[in-house]
């Protein structure tokens, strides 16, 4: 009789709620990482994310987020960047690793947004407007995914 063993984990990265697991098979394992698809994710700013950093390091000293916002507010008079503002959001993550003792198989797809309101200074606005930047990796061809990555379909394979 073969044994099968299975560890899960809920968890949060960059505000977004995640699912994983793992799970041994008598040959091999599998490897599960998603998101649930109804949960709502504002993401988190970037102050916020520095903060968190710097307090995931340890760090008494160092680059704290008002000091950024104090360096980038001395740069330029009419530099109006709101870190607040600038938000990261994971959107979209999947991870799935197959392995049957012999070879392993590994899909993924990631989608990272960059919700950049309060990047361009006011003054300049009506120059240029940077509102989303995307950065997207994958590698998979399931097309439930490929949607969740919301990537145009003449994009997917070009």
Request: proline share 2%; charged share 25%; aromatic share 6%.
């Amino acid at each position: 009789m073969s044994v099968n063993m299975l560890i899960g984990l809920d968890f949060k990265l960059l505000g977004t709620d995640l699912k994983a697991g793992y799970l041994k098979l008598d040959k091999g394992f599998k490897i599960l990482l998603t998101q649930p698809e109804t949960e709502k994710n504002e993401g988190i700013s970037i102050a916020q994310f520095i903060a968190d950093v710097e307090k995931l390091a340890g760090k008494q000293e160092g680059l704290s987020a008002d000091d950024i916002k104090n360096k980038i507010k001395s740069s330029s008079e009419n530099s109006k960047i709101n870190l607040d503002e600038i938000k990261i959001k994971l959107s979209s993550i999947y991870l799935k690793v197959v392995s049957d003792g012999t070879k392993t198989d590994c899909e993924y797809a990631f989608r990272l947004d960059i919700l950049a309101e309060g990047l361009v200074p006011t003054a300049i606005k009506s120059i240029i407007d940077v509102k989303l930047l995307t950065i997207a990796i994958w590698n998979t061809a399931n097309d439930k995914i490929l949607q969740q990555l919301s990537i145009p379909a003449e994009l997917q394979n070009a």
